[in-house]
């Protein structure tokens, strides 16, 4: 009976004497209540939260600019601003104090009276008055000496001079730098400046999502690619791989540091009152993403160097695990169901992210304009009326004065950012439960291939899942959830070398023990887990208990093993490299080229992240199926005592057999 009340008419295979049953249960359960969290968050964010709240800004009455749904808060608010996309501050002197609302156009000239505003409204159709002040009906006779009522901070209108201006971050900024300009400019780009670094990063991720997406289309595509060369060309694509790394990660190298000095030189030829603090960020993280690669790819020409006299070993690796692969076929199914989910949970994510990067809470208040020194100017201008019977229609456009504004502040809720953290979290563990689910399938498949010598290869593949879905799921959320668990003594230790690094002149070698401690245990454990995975998916045990299982065959085979890593998985590695980088390079000419950006080496970090999240996924197929195969032939060895030679692994091909061969004779 299975953990769903399904019945397992299937008997196990002979050699297989353990029933499968449930496993780890209770992690499963922890998963599915964390998951309830995450969307229990997601929902809160999608009610408050709102993207285009934190592109386009929002006026002063809470609707979002650009937006056809806005709430109703107040008067002027629920309005549909479709069209009105850009944030005008209505006194750029004193924007703290300054009426903002929506106009569909920045100022494209100096605008000196309310003659010109008039002007400007009937070519263009965008107001820059307040959104219940009739600007059409208003005559400048009448009004041209009522200039100190209507053009103050708090509107209607703007006070004059308005100067040109054009749009930096949807916002509307003085173009023209005068000394007259120039403090105006120092207020807008102080309060740009003034953002939450979070708000600048999400700003340029909501923008790219697009690209984004496309971007790990093609990562998934030319994975693909890769995988169909790798099984057509064993023999050959070694060498092709390394030297297509090694081209590529010069390109690389070359146009970071290009990109870096182009910023730098920008930078430095812009004036402080119109530089943004995104730019200059943008400027350092490409400094420290050029000296980060330089580091790296001096490393991997150095491996690369070290390797190319021992590339004899990885035909017949390559060329075993093809074979695997042209008998079960639909396991190429499972990375393209592993990209549409993955490319499914990071869209999920990134859209709760920005959500959940605006969930604040509206708040009102009260806005009153000065209105007895108003009273007293309408009342001295009315007594200078011809009739004073006749109705003001200035009266009636200044009505709102006596009533008040509702303003509507969007406060902060600070208990929002722990939510961060469980998003941060949950990331990273859905993401490695996706990949080890795909790992269990790939591993119970090739397992009951290589120990039934390849008997109903048609519902090998479905087994596997069906073993998966129904008794192992726990054991992934387990494994997957150590690895979060088991990055905190790396973070740890990675801490200690910092300190080190700062604090210690005299003992460099702790440093070296923290960096060399802090990879070793994290790399070990991972491989832990992926062969754990793989016992699982073979004999229906516990996670615990595969763990130590996978621990004593490491242990006992740890010759072969390290020869079959050292090559082929560094091999395999450097696959993911190249697509990443050949994303990584078109991605950087997309994103420079758009001018709307500001801070896009974080979008071009996710994407190269995306990229070789999802090329990993599918070259695991081939890692899997190798380590899989060296697995079965260690149990196939330790089943069968000396007379090993005589278990299924006999029917097999000729090469399953020089797999062992070769890693003795090395």
Not at 54 to 62: E, K, Q, R, V, Y
Not at 196 to 212: A, G
Not at 262 to 289: G, P, W, Y
Not at 468 to 496: D, Q
């Amino acid at each position: 009976m299975a953990c769903f009340g399904f019945d397992k008419e299937t008997p196990e295979e002979p050699g297989q004497v353990r029933v499968r049953g449930c496993t780890d249960v209770l992690w499963l359960s922890i998963f599915l209540v964390f998951w309830c969290l995450m969307i229990f968050i997601a929902v809160f964010a999608f009610v408050y939260g709102d993207p285009l709240r934190l592109i386009n800004g929002h006026d002063s009455f809470g609707n979002t600019c650009g937006s056809s749904s806005n709430s109703k808060m107040g008067e002027l608010s629920g309005l549909d601003t479709t069209d009105k996309k850009f944030l005008y501050y209505l006194d750029p002197a004193n924007i703290e104090h300054s009426l903002q609302i929506c106009v569909t156009q920045c100022p494209d000239n100096n605008i000196l009276d309310l003659d010109g505003l008039q002007k400007f409204y009937n070519r263009t159709k965008s107001a820059l008055c307040s959104y219940n002040f009739d600007l059409s009906n208003v005559s400048y006779h009448e009004a041209q000496n009522r200039t100190t009522i209507i053009t103050t901070s708090l509107g209607p209108c703007p006070p004059f001079p308005i100067y040109k201006s054009h749009h930096v971050l949807n916002r509307c900024v003085p173009e023209v730098l005068t000394n007259e300009t120039l403090p105006l400019i120092y207020n807008i780009y102080g309060m740009m400046n003034d953002w939450d670094f979070t708000e600048e990063i999400l700003n340029d991720i909501y923008k790219t999502w697009p690209q984004m997406l496309y971007y790990s289309i093609l990562a998934f595509a030319l994975t693909f690619i890769i995988i169909l060369l790798v099984n057509l060309f064993a023999k050959m694509i070694a060498y092709i791989l390394l030297i297509g790394v090694s081209l590529i990660i010069l390109v690389n190298m070359i146009l970071l540091w290009w990109e870096y000095f182009v910023l730098k030189s920008r930078l430095d030829n812009t004036i402080e009152a119109q530089t943004l603090s995104a730019d200059a960020c943008n400027e350092h993280m490409f400094l420290i993403l050029s000296v980060i690669f330089t580091i790296f790819s001096v490393i991997v020409l150095l491996l690369v160097l070290t390797m190319r006299k021992r590339l004899h070993f990885l035909s017949t690796l390559f060329h075993e695990s093809a074979d695997c692969l042209s008998k079960l076929p639909a396991l190429y199914w499972q990375p393209l169901s592993t990209f549409v989910m993955l490319l499914g949970l990071y869209s999920f994510w990134i859209i709760t992210i920005l959500h959940l990067a605006t969930a604040n809470y509206p708040g009102t208040r009260s806005l009153k304009l000065l209105t007895n020194f108003v009273d007293q100017n309408i009342t001295t201008d009315n007594s200078s009326m011809s009739d004073p019977s006749m109705p003001d229609p200035f009266e009636k456009n200044l009505a709102f004065v006596h009533a008040g504004l509702t303003a509507v502040e969007f406060k902060d809720a600070t208990w929002v950012r722990y939510m961060w953290w469980v998003y941060i979290i949950g990331i990273i563990w859905s993401s490695e439960f996706v990949l080890a689910c795909q790992h269990m399938i790939i591993s119970g498949a090739v397992a009951k291939w290589y120990f039934t010598n390849g008997k109903n290869k048609k519902s090998i593949v479905l087994s596997s899942v069906y073993n998966l879905v129904f008794y192992h799921l726990g054991s992934i959320a387990l494994g997957s959830l150590l690895i979060i668990l088991f990055k905190i003594p790396r973070l740890i230790l990675t801490t200690c070398h910092s300190k080190s690094d700062t604090t210690s002149t005299k003992k460099p070698w702790m440093k070296k023990i923290c960096a060399c401690c802090s990879y070793s245990f994290d790399n070990f454990f991972k491989y832990i887990n992926h062969n754990a995975y793989t016992i699982v998916s073979m004999e229906g045990i516990g996670f615990c208990l595969a763990a130590s299982r996978a621990w004593h065959v490491i242990i006992g085979n740890a010759l072969r093993l390290s020869t079959i890593n050292s090559i082929g998985d560094f091999i395999l590695f450097l696959a993911k490299c190249l697509i990443t980088m050949i994303i990584g390079t078109a991605a950087l000419f997309t994103l420079r080229s758009n001018s709307e950006l500001h801070f896009y080496a974080i979008p071009l970090i996710i994407i190269c992240i995306f990229a070789f999240f999802i090329a990993h996924s599918v070259i695991s197929l081939q890692e899997v199926v190798i380590d899989t195969l060296f697995l079965c032939v260690c149990e196939d060895k330790n089943i069968n005592g000396e007379m090993w030679h005589k278990s299924p692994i006999i029917k097999l091909s000729k090469p399953k057999k020089q797999i062992v061969k070769n890693s003795n004779n090395i």
